[in-house]
């Protein structure tokens, strides 16, 4: 299974709402990756869980809240947002290699958007 | 710090033309280097990659030589297809920034019939 699954696909949200993205991978990784994409651009890195630790936070607002309840899944607690968050969220897993041949493996992301 | 560069688009090609995309990087060593492809509608999925200098990286008919001599790392096919229509990333990522992948802004090819 070299699957990164993601759900929901498509999301739409008020800016009252709370929401949660969620990410599942069984490749026995242990590095997982929230990143966002807005169109035509490359993925930006919002947070790394390493070993279910929080290794990385890009400085992503509090709105954004990550969760890693185990080695196999990621969740990404949405509240609050803005219309300006609204983006393709991906999901990426990989095996941590201290920054040698880290080949990311993504899901199909979550297509958010905030009205 | 690490950067990216790849050649602008968007590319646009008939089918059976020789693709060539530009990538470029800044690093200090010895980066590992990528390149992803994303289709419509989905993730990024790792195309090829090499780890070291002169590793030549293949998959699907493309390929990528790393050229430390350059830092260059262009992608490259003999003959493309309406379906390699799609989004192209070079990427890095270097031990002094382990997690933090450092990807280019994105190539869009189009292949025309």
């Known amino acids: 299974d070299t699957e990164v699954t993601q759900t929901p696909k498509h999301l739409v949200m008020g800016m009252t709402n709370k929401k949660s993205l969620k990410c599942e991978q069984h490749?026995?990784?242990?590095?997982m990756y929230w990143y966002k994409q807005k169109a035509k651009k490359p993925p930006e890195l919002m947070f790394v869980y390493s070993y279910e630790k929080l290794s990385i936070n890009e400085s992503v607002p509090s709105r954004f809240s990550p969760e890693c309840p185990n080695s196999s899944l990621l969740n990404l607690h949405l509240h609050a947002l803005q219309p300006e968050d609204s983006a393709l969220y991906l999901c990426?897993?990989?095996?941590?290699?201290?920054?040698?041949?880290?080949?990311?493996?993504f899901g199909s992301g979550t297509q958010l958007s905030v009205l | 710090g690490d950067s990216v560069t790849q050649m602008e688009g968007p590319v646009t090609l008939s089918e059976e033309a020789f693709l060539t995309i530009n990538c470029t990087y800044t690093?200090?060593?010895?980066?590992?280097l990528f390149w992803y492809v994303q289709y419509p509608g989905e993730g990024l999925q790792l195309l090829l990659k090499a780890t070291k200098a002169d590793d030549k990286g293949s998959n699907k008919g493309f390929e990528a030589t790393y050229r430390k001599e350059t830092t260059s790392f262009h992608l490259e096919k003999g003959s493309v297809q309406v379906s390699d229509s799609a989004v192209y990333f070079c990427a890095l990522i270097h031990y002094t920034n382990a997690g933090k992948s450092t990807f280019g802004d994105g190539t869009t090819l189009t292949v025309k019939p």
């Open positions: 490749m026995g990784h242990r590095a």
């Open positions: 690093a200090t060593g010895y980066p590992s």
């Open positions: 990426a897993s990989s095996q941590p290699n201290r920054g040698r041949n880290e080949k990311l493996f």
